[in-house]
């Protein structure tokens, strides 16, 4: 099967610019996730999606941030305006199911200069 | 507080050695508990995962991993290492009936001849 397809693989900005990063999850798979991996971090969920419904958004900074999946297939996570902690590794998942294993894309690499 | 502890931040290994990578969790119900690798620049990989049953779970690569209750454990081990094995290595847990997945700051394996 097809894997979690991420675009771009590579992004620099400058700060107070925007950006956004776009996924295509596992064909059937309802459930998305975006997280944010800082270097030398683990992984940490930004908001994550049951079909085009959001179920938790709790981490994310929404005076910044934001995402959707309108169709509850591919989503956009958008960033207006970034700032320099931003810069980061923007890592989308997918899964059957709430609970079930997450199937990460490779990842979008963001720098901000 | 709940948290997922991986106390090693590196670790060097001879090839064909043998690896255990720890892991520590603490939450007051039963988690449901992963491993995933990480390549550089790409995303995570899933090796391994325990939901319920046999304490003793095996995984892709040769992997395994034993959950360890009376310890809050779930520490990754494999028999031989082999020079493709270099990765960052993440312990991530879900508290069953929640949804996100917790990581722990990762564990940088390399491997030397």
């Known amino acids: 099967e097809a894997g979690v397809a991420q675009s771009p693989r590579y992004k620099i900005i400058e700060k107070r610019q925007s950006v956004a990063f776009w996924c295509n999850p596992i064909s059937g798979h309802a459930t998305l996730y975006w997280y944010q991996q800082i270097l030398g971090q683990g992984p940490k969920l930004l908001i994550q999606?049951?079909?085009?419904?959001?179920?938790?958004d709790s981490q994310l900074p929404k005076d910044r941030f934001s995402a959707e999946r309108l169709k509850g297939v591919d989503s956009t996570l958008k960033i207006q305006p970034a700032k320099l902690e931003d810069s980061a590794v923007y890592l989308c998942a997918s899964s059957l199911g709430q609970s079930q294993p997450q199937h990460f894309g490779d990842g979008t690499r963001l720098s901000i200069l | 507080a709940q948290s997922v502890t991986q106390p090693d931040i590196h670790i060097t290994v001879s090839e064909g050695a043998s690896l255990e990578l720890r892991c520590n969790y603490s939450y007051g119900a039963t988690p449901y508990l992963f491993w995933y690798v990480q390549s550089p620049g790409q995303g995570l990989q899933l090796l391994l995962k325990?939901?319920?049953?046999?304490?003793l779970v095996q995984g892709i690569k040769g992997f395994e991993a034993e959950f360890k209750r009376s310890q809050s454990s779930f520490n990754l081990r494999k028999p031989s290492v082999h020079w493709s094995d270099a990765a960052e290595y993440f312990c991530a847990v879900v508290i069953s009936g929640a949804n996100n997945l917790f990581f722990g700051t990762g564990t940088r394996l390399t491997v030397i001849p």
């Open positions: 325990y939901f319920s049953g046999d304490t």
């Open positions: 999606f049951q079909n085009n419904g959001v179920v938790d």
